[in-house]
């Protein structure tokens, strides 16, 4: 069976700009949780959607936003990047909200 | 609030050494606790977790886990490294509840020597 799936694997662009990365979970789970992993620090949590309902964010900035489609495949919109906005970008698919999240490979976002 | 704390950002063993990685928790609450293992360039791997049941987890790759209340650590350990086990771990928290977000320590690289 295919894992979580990341679009794109890496991504440059410049301060100001606004960038989407996509997450297909694996195939049967309808929970995706989004995790920010800035270099040398672990991940940390920003959102977690379930049947395309926000279940949970983090502690970001409104320039951070998400959202989950009926196919339960996902979207994380990042507005008026920052230099600090450079990081590993991770998605993670689970059964259910409160189940084991399994990982993607992340998209690697350097900003300019 | 929950946080984990890595004792130790590198450890070095030799090959074939014992492979101790540490970890203790903070929760308000009852605990999931969680071993992730990423290898470089890629994205996190579960290696184990503790949900309440045994205290002592198995997971993958000869890996191993013990839960201790007392002293809320959640330790990682391998009888013997081998060189593929070369890699950054993550113990990660999350409480039960409505959803789970995991809030991951700061990491361990483990660098293993012939």
């Known amino acids: 069976d295919a894992g979580v799936t990341q679009s794109p694997t890496h991504l440059i662009k410049t301060r100001g700009q606004h960038v989407t990365l996509r997450c297909s979970p694996i195939?049967?789970?309808?929970?995706v949780s989004w995790y920010q992993q800035v270099l040398g620090q672990g991940p940390q949590f920003i959102f977690q959607?379930?049947?395309?309902?926000?279940?949970g964010r983090g502690n970001f900035p409104d320039r951070f936003s998400a959202r989950q489609f009926p196919n339960y495949s996902s979207e994380l919109n990042v507005n008026a990047l920052l230099l600090g906005d450079s990081a590993l970008y991770l998605c993670?698919?689970?059964?259910?909200?409160?189940?084991?999240?399994?990982f993607g490979p992340g998209t690697r976002l350097l900003v300019l | 609030a929950q946080s984990v704390t890595q004792l130790g950002s590198h450890v070095s063993v030799s090959e074939g050494a014992l492979v101790l990685l540490r970890c203790n928790y903070s929760?308000?609450?009852?605990?999931?606790l969680f071993w992730y293992v990423q290898y470089p360039n890629q994205g996190l791997q579960l290696l184990l977790k503790?949900?309440?049941?045994?205290?002592l987890v198995k997971g993958i790759n000869g890996f191993e886990a013990e839960f201790k209340k007392s002293e809320t650590s959640f330790h990682l350990t391998k009888p013997s490294a081998h060189m593929s086990d070369a890699a950054e771990y993550f113990c990660?928290?999350?409480?039960?509840?409505?959803?789970?977000?995991?809030?991951f320590g700061t990491g361990t690289r483990l660098l293993v020597s012939p």
């Open positions: 990660a928290v999350s409480g039960l509840g409505g959803f789970q977000k995991l809030v």
């Open positions: 959607y379930y049947e395309k309902e926000e279940r």
């Open positions: 929760s308000s609450v009852p605990p999931y």
């Open positions: 993670a698919s689970s059964t259910g909200p409160s189940e084991t999240q399994y």
């Open positions: 503790y949900t309440s049941a045994a205290t």
């Open positions: 195939s049967g789970h309808k929970s």
